[in-house]
């Protein structure tokens, strides 16, 4: 693999922990309000996904997005001052932390609801492959989504007209505080593919370059023509759900386990080994990405409030209440 791409795939995932990790800093200290859902122990399910996509894939991902939204081009000043709820952020400050938008990156949200992303997804591909377009879309998900009805009902859909979609479930093993085996009765997600007669494989979460690997084969074969492909990564996260969530459900040897397969280190011992990155070039992004955080903080902060409340509503309430069209 060319080392550009694994020194790229290293300052993707650094900069993932470390604005979370930033984030968590200042929610506690009251400049992000409302729930926020951080993503350390998942970066390489995000990194190596969507570096495996072209620039015109669209992508279609839940409320723990910052880091897709990221990998995909939108500058973290934006993502941050969009957490604060400024008008910097990259949908003016109107959505917060679980609704990042920017159509430029072809990013499609950043949505609340779980199992809302199946007809988004389904949607888009829709129109793919009605104007017959070489684009794909990646749609994530949790593994506490795929006992929705919409997920059922889009992955039918997807497969019977052979829509552009590469569906990414990120099962982090748990549905808030529910493990997986007391909320699925078939714990192994990628298997259900079988059911709409579609290809589906698992890849471990926790290795960057396996994600990678995975997600091109799977995209190629999207591509093709031959449909959708339910590409499950096992992951895990560090943290609570979201910052409400103590996590007190699950036992310190569990996560001290995963935490000995972390994404991040385990890719330096690899890339240290391989001879594919030195040390001085680790610092390098190190202080990078250090500088790029602190950045993305101090924009957030000097951002204004946004000022027009009513911009981008359809219907101006008072015209509903007069009865006007
Ligand atoms: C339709 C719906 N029901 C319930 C909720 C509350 N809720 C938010 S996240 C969540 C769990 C989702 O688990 P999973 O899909 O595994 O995602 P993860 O947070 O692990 O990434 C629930 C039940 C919601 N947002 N939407
Ligand atoms: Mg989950």
Redesign the pocket.
Known sequence: MQRSLIRQFYRDMLLARQFEEAAAEQYRQGRIAGFL?LYPGEEAVAVGTLRAADPGDYVVS?Y?EHVHAMVRGIPPEAVMAELFGRAGGCSRGYGGSMHLFSPEHRFLGGY????ETFPVATGVGYWLRMTDSADAVLCY?????VN?GTFHESLNMASLWKLPILFVC?N?H???GTEIHRHSALAEVHRRACAYGMLGRRVDGMDVLAVYEASREALAQVRSGAGPFLLECETYRYRG?SMADPASYRSAIEVEELRARDPLASLWRKAEAAGWMTADERRAIEAEVTAAVDGAVAFAEQSPPPTELQAGVYARPLDLYRGAP
């Not at 998900?141 to 989504?145: R, V």
């Open positions: 859902h839940t723990r609340a609801i779980v199992g998900f949790g593994d506490g989504a929705q990120e982090n748990y549905q808030i759900h």
